[in-house]
């Protein structure tokens, strides 16, 4: 746990381990983001840093069933939908309701 003081990580200190070998992810992953605001910059930093498709909303993000990890997810307002951005940056508007895939 970092300590007040401590030099903060970025998405440059991901990219470093996933060269270093210390960080490796399973084949055809896909990032799903369920927080509000997925953020341009981030998505396609974090899509070009893992070499995988990225999948986050650029507004508010919401469950529309509780708890449940499988339930659909929702973006507000409308004209803020949720984007899926491939590792060369392209992003792809994909409306207001996503459904991540089940977790194993």
Known sequence: MGKP?????????????????????????????HACDGGWGFRIQLAEATGFQVFSASGSCRATEGFNPDRPWTSKPKKYPFFRTDPDGTETPLGNTVTPPKLR
């Open 5 to 33: 003081g401590d030099k903060a990580r970025d998405l440059s200190d991901l990219t470093d381990l996933i060269e270093q070998g210390e960080i490796d992810f399973c084949k055809d992953c896909k990032i799903y983001i």
